[in-house]
């Protein structure tokens, strides 16, 4: 049974789910669109944002995204952010407003020890929550550096879950070689897809980019 209504994404949100996933068949509850981020910070209104982060040689864990991610939420919660739910309420964004997804347990530690204030766990774990802010991270620098590979990292499912937790803005954190990976199967095409479509029409926070 398809159920072709989401009560929790904004429309700027569900229109990549929906795309990508669910053959255009899913729309957003009306009311979601007044579901939006106020913020003097880099990341407001509602939608998709992006913020590649180079690093190399790491597998299931990177510092280097932790440290991005810690100053992305500083950035949030020290910007005078302030977010409406779909009943048009406008509330304080605050620590337990924020959701951090990553793949690999090793990340979701190392992610923790850093943030013990933010929730933080892999996207099984996620299933069913939402929250009006939800960062992913990758952790991974490349396809190749990837546990178990492509099977993993880009089975769409887990991009589907964690950035469908999010009522106002998902922050995809990684590494931009991510986005280049070498597909040898069409299987694969279609799995790399959906990361390089939330790449094409996020709102980019970097210059660290792959063209």
Same mark, same amino acid.
């Given at each position: ?13 569900? &229109? ?90 090793? &990340? ?18 996620? &299933? ?38 999010? &009522? ?44």
């Amino acid at each position: 049974l398809f159920l072709d209504t989401s009560w929790r994404l904004n429309p700027d949100i569900c &229109q990549f789910t929906s795309e990508i996933y669910y053959e255009g068949r899913l729309s957003p509850k009306e009311e979601t669109t007044k579901q939006k981020l106020h913020s003097d910070s880099r990341f407001k209104g509602s939608g998709l944002y992006y913020v590649p982060v180079p690093h190399e040689g790491n597998r299931n864990s990177s510092d280097e995204e932790v440290t991005v991610i810690h100053a992305i939420v500083d950035e949030l919660l020290n910007s005078h952010s302030t977010w409406v739910n779909r009943k048009g309420e406008k509330l304080p964004l605050r620590a337990e407003h924020i959701l951090i997804v990553a793949p690999y347990n090793a &990340q979701v530690n190392a992610l923790k020890e850093r943030l013990p204030d933010i929730k933080v766990g892999t996207v099984d774990k996620f &299933q069913g929550m939402e929250a009006p802010v939800v960062i992913y991270s990758m952790a991974s620098s490349s396809p190749e550096e990837a546990p178990r590979g492509m099977d993993f990292l880009y089975d769409p499912n887990r991009l589907n879950v964690a950035t469908s937790r999010a &009522q106002c803005i998902s922050i995809l954190v990684a590494s931009p070689n991510l986005m280049l990976p070498e597909c040898r199967t069409v299987e694969h095409m279609k799995w790399a897809n959906g990361l390089c479509r939330y790449r094409e029409i996020s709102i980019s926070q970097g210059r660290n980019e792959v063209s």
